[in-house]
């Protein structure tokens, strides 16, 4: 059974960092891309970042510098890494993978300026 679960959204202001994890189950991070994505109030759900099987990562323009996304096959975890965190980063954050099209059910992401 696959399970994405997402934790590490919370509170923080403007400038602050935040580390989310992706704990995953039933799919091997080494053949499929694993994504994060973030949708916020009254938008369309975006992506922010993605890593795929070799290991090639790709970020959105808006966070480019700030976030970083990682993984760790042993731990079957994907990492996403948030620095120099602004108001607009604020969003629900959602891991996906890619090969079985599976989401989690997100983390809340609050940046107050």
């Known amino acids: 059974q696959v399970q994405l679960v997402e934790s590490g959204g919370g509170l923080v202001q403007a400038g602050g960092s935040l580390r989310l994890s992706c704990a995953t189950s039933g799919i091997t991070l080494r053949i499929t891309t694993a994504g994060w994505h973030r949708q916020a109030p009254g938008k369309q759900r975006e992506l922010v970042a993605s890593i795929t099987a070799a290991g090639t990562t790709n970020y959105a323009d808006a966070v480019k510098g700030r976030f970083t996304i990682s993984r760790d096959t042993a731990k079957n975890t994907v990492y996403l890494q948030m620095n120099s965190l602004k108001p607009e980063d604020t969003a629900v954050y959602y891991c996906?993978?890619?090969?079985?099209?599976?989401w989690g059910k997100g983390t809340l992401v609050t940046v107050s300026s």
């Open positions: 996906h993978d890619q090969l079985r099209n599976f």
